[in-house]
Each structure stands twice: as structure tokens, then as C-alpha cells.
């Protein structure tokens, strides 16, 4: 007898003994039907013995969830004649490193722990070459004091022997200094370490080549990230064709500095595909191992998707603008064109915000879920209000006293050019009053005026004399268009723990 539901087909072996055990189930309900109304509780007892009997003879190899079916598949690939087989529960205990011998090309173990360290991988492609210029980007785009927190791992992960020697010798010769002060290091892992990559399975229905090209593509980011597990707190995962915004360490730890207290997995300085992804260390080996179970399945950056919402990060979290660009013309995949810029990237991009802890609140009507906190965010997202009337107002109520030295809100955006402040005023304040909940300050002083619906002002701290305890947007005109708070940046003059 068999049965659908979902999409997949439970089976049930239709023996004697099950048969036997479906009449003798039949008659106990004939007979239950007819005290139902004299107890419930039975009736539920059936049920249960019901639910059970089915449970007993659904065949383990029949999954009723496709995610599940997917895994199992996923997790029986051969690596390296041994099986490869792990349940998806096994992700959250992946902390050993993978079985894999490394060849140092260039460089020697590091002497001691860094802060980040750069990976790159990169493959011989047939037009263009854009490695030596993404090293030197790292480096040229780095003080001293940077570079002595950082190291640059390099994988070439091509077959072709010859391509690497060719670029070992360019590397070595080009950034000598770096690889003897221990902070470039050039690696290979041989190709009998890899698992089958032909005759793999076309999802999305892509050609056998790009199956191979990008299935090989994730074994390569696998193995990066298992040799790079131990080597400091924090990887940054870029492609071989990128170019750095200066001072890009100091960005990168500004930001890592405000988000502590809270939970994330990966923090994105690049819209692009996987360039400008930033991990915690720890949580190398789990995804090293997790591009490995499902290297056939999709692409690296889709896989990246899923590993940051396996562990319970839903949201996207990037920071503009962003520190890396793409700069290569020509794919590693077949020398296809790639003409893919981050319109969010600026060379000088060390002026990111510090935005201290606070607590924001508005009388503005709010259009769905794009509530206040929204323009504060780090993320990519705003505040939505409908039509602001005069004495409307946004206030921001900062957990603690702070010395400003710029402000910088903006509103609109592209899409709604005309959803901006057309009259409205920003005022910072002291002398906060009221519960935790209901906190805001009792005397404002005002700033300036919103010009074409944004407002900037540098040395702050210069024409407030008091420590600010909030900050206030405040509608000094009705106007019939609504208001999209697009950003709201705050620069501080010292720490906001301080």
C-alpha cells in the first residue's frame, strides 16, 4: 500500500502480520465508535495507537522531508576513499579540522596569532590575471601598525603544476618582504586530496562544465578555511580579483568593537558574492566542512547563505560603504566577461559611523515593519513613516552620555526620491528624565535645518558644550509625501564606553 504526501512516497509493506494487525486495529475502532461519546480520553488512546502503528511501518529509506533527503544525499560523496558521512544535527559539532596535507609554496608557519587574516584562492585563468594585484592591493592599502595584525593566505588551487610554480616565483619575487616577515604565506593542497568532481549532479540545470568549476570551487574555499582555522580571530574571505579601500583593518575592527555584546555570524563589507565576508575563527571548521558535505549542491555564496541561517542569523548584516571592490573584466569560469561593481565602494572608506547604543521612538505613523531602529541600523534598511505633520518628531535616546563630532542623517532613496524631510530641523539634548521605557531629555538645542532632505554637521563637539543625552529629528512643516529616514550616522569623539 502506498500513500503521498509532500511529494514523496511513504511505503507500507503490505505482510500478513501488518494486515492482521490492520483488521484487529479496524474492529477496535468499529467498537470505539460507538463509546465516543462516553470517552473522549479512549478516543485519543486510539488515535495515539494509530499514529504509532503507522510510525512502525514506514520504511526508515522513505524520508517525508525534503530537506532531509537532500542532506542525506548530500552527505554520502566520496572524499578520498572514505565516506564523507555526516547527519545535519553533526554541523553544530563540526570543531576538529579536516584531514588534509598542505604544501607551503611560499612562507612558514606563523609565529604567533593575529588579529585577521585575508584568504584568497585562486585558479589559472584563461584571460586575465588579477592575483598580484589583489596582494598588492592588501598591503599598499595597510599602515605599518595594520600589517602587524594581519596575515595573507594565498591558495593556488590549480592542477596545472607549471601555472603554480610561474606564480609562486612572481609572488615571491614581487612581495619578498612580506612572506619574510610572516605575514604572506602561498599554499597548495594536491589534487589526490579532492573529491569526485565529474559526473556530478546539474542542479539548476547548468552545463557538466560549470557544474565541475564551481562544485571544485567550494572543495578549494573548504580547504582555505580549514588551514586558516587557527591563525588568528578573525578571516576575511575575498576572490583574487579585488581592490581594498585604505585603511580597511581599522574599518573592519571599528566595526567588530560595536557589535560586541551581540550574536553574528558573518558581517558583509561587499555586496558582491563572497567577497568582503567576515568570520569569527571559530567557525571555520564548521563551515569548511559544511562546503564539503554540499560542494556538488550550489554555488559557494548561496551555501554562505544558508550556513549563516543554520546558525540562526537571518538577517543580513553589511556595512556601508563598503571596503572591497571587484576589479577583474574576465571570469575564472571560462574567461566570461564580469562586469560586477559594488556601487557602495569607496577608496577612502575608514569614516565608517560609531552609532553608540540607543533607544530610538517616534509619533509618526509607521508604514509595516520599517520601524525607527531601522535608520540606525548597520544593515541595509530604513525608517517608513506616513505623511509627517507639523511637531512630529524621531527622537534617538543614547544609553549614555556622548561627545558627538559629526552627524550625518539621510532621507529618501533612489526608488522614492521624494519621500524626504521637505521642512525639518535636528536638535541634541540633555537632562533625560522618565523610566528606562519612556526616557527623553527636558531642554533641546537646535542645529540646523534639513537641506534637500539631509543634514550634516562636522565638529559637533565644538558647538555643544554639554555631554548629549539625545538627538531629535523634528518636523517643522506638514507635508503630504511620506518620510523614509534612510540612514542615520553618528560620529563620536571618544568611545561610547568610555
Not at 584571460?127 to 602587524?148: A, M
Not at 590549480?158 to 618582504?177: L, N, P, R, T, Y
Not at 560542494?295 to 547563505?305: G, K, S, T
Request: hydrophobic share 35%; charged share 25%; glycine share 6%.
Amino acid at each position: 500500500m502506498a500513500s503521498k504526501r509532500s511529494g514523496h512516497w511513504m511505503i507500507i509493506k503490505e505482510t500478513p502480520y501488518v494486515l492482521l494487525h490492520m483488521r484487529l486495529t479496524l474492529k477496535y475502532l468499529d467498537k470505539m465508535r460507538c463509546l465516543r461519546k462516553r470517552s473522549a480520553v479512549s478516543f485519543l488512546g486510539v488515535l495515539v495507537i494509530c499514529l504509532l502503528f503507522m510510525n512502525l511501518y514506514i520504511e526508515d529509506g522513505y524520508v517525508l522531508e525534503g530537506d532531509k533527503q537532500l542532506i542525506r544525499e548530500a552527505a554520502t560523496h566520496q572524499l578520498n576513499s572514505e565516506r564523507y558521512v555526516h547527519t545535519f544535527k553533526d554541523l553544530s559539532n563540526f570543531s576538529g579540522s579536516i584531514n588534509v596535507s598542505y604544501r607551503y609554496l611560499a612562507g612558514t608557519p606563523l609565529p604567533r596569532k593575529r588579529y585577521l587574516t585575508i584568504g584568497l584562492s585562486s585558479v589559472k585563468r584563461k584571460k586575465g590575471n588579477y592575483l598580484l594585484e589583489t596582494i598588492k592591493s592588501i598591503f599598499e592599502q595597510s599602515s605599518y601598525e595594520e600589517l602587524k595584525e594581519i596575515a595573507v593566505v594565498v591558495q593556488l588551487a590549480d592542477f596545472d603544476s607549471s601555472w603554480c610554480e610561474g606564480m609562486v616565483q612572481d609572488i615571491s619575487q614581487k612581495f619578498a618582504h612580506h612572506i619574510i616577515a610572516g605575514r604572506l604565506i602561498v599554499i597548495h593542497v594536491p589534487e589526490e586530496y579532492y573529491p569526485v568532481l565529474d559526473g556530478l549532479k546539474r542542479n539548476y540545470n547548468d552545463p557538466e562544465d560549470r557544474v565541475k568549476f564551481r562544485s571544485k570551487q567550494n572543495v578549494d574555499y573548504a580547504f582555505l578555511l580549514n588551514f586558516c582555522a587557527n591563525l588568528s580571530d578573525y578571516y576575511v574571505m575575498l576572490e583574487d580579483d579585488v581592490r581594498c579601500s585604505k585603511n580597511f583593518l581599522t574599518a573592519v575592527k571599528k566595526v567588530i568593537t560595536s557589535r560586541e555584546g551581540s550574536y553574528w555570524v558573518t558581517l558583509e563589507f561587499s555586496k558582491l558574492g563572497y567577497i568582503g565576508k567576515l568570520y569569527h575563527t571559530h567557525d571555520l571548521p564548521r563551515l569548511a566542512h559544511f562546503l564539503l558535505m554540499f560542494y556538488q549542491e550550489m554555488p559557494c555564496d548561496w551555501l554562505l547563505i544558508h550556513f549563516r541561517g543554520l546558525l540562526a542569523q537571518k538577517e543580513v548584516i553589511r556595512f556601508k560603504p563598503s571596503l572591497f571592490q571587484h576589479m577583474g573584466y574576465y571570469s575564472s569560469y571560462k574567461g566570461a566577461e564580469n562586469k560586477l561593481k559594488d556601487d557602495d565602494f569607496e577608496e577612502d572608506s575608514f569614516d565608517i559611523p560609531d552609532n553608540p547604543p540607543a533607544n530610538l521612538h517616534t509619533n509618526m505613523n509607521v508604514f509595516e515593519n520599517y520601524e525607527a531602529s531601522k535608520a540606525y541600523s548597520s544593515i541595509d534598511e530604513y525608517f517608513w513613516g506616513k505623511a509627517p505633520s507639523t511637531g512630529d518628531f524621531f527622537v534617538i535616546v543614547f544609553e549614555k552620555p556622548i561627545k558627538i563630532s559629526k552627524i550625518k542623517v539621510v532621507t529618501g532613496t533612489e526608488d522614492r526620491q521624494n519621500d524626504i524631510l521637505h521642512h525639518g530641523a535636528l536638535e541634541v539634548g540633555e537632562k533625560i528624565v522618565g523610566s528606562k521605557k519612556g526616557r527623553q531629555c527636558t531642554t533641546y538645542l537646535r542645529l540646523g535645518e534639513f537641506k534637500n532632505g539631509n543634514f550634516e554637521m562636522t565638529d559637533v563637539e565644538h558647538k555643544v558644550l554639554f555631554d548629549i543625552n539625545c538627538m531629535r529629528i523634528l518636523v517643522t512643516k506638514s507635508q503630504k509625501e511620506w518620510l523614509i529616514i534612510r540612514s542615520i550616522s553618528i560620529w563620536t569623539s571618544q568611545a561610547p564606553n568610555q
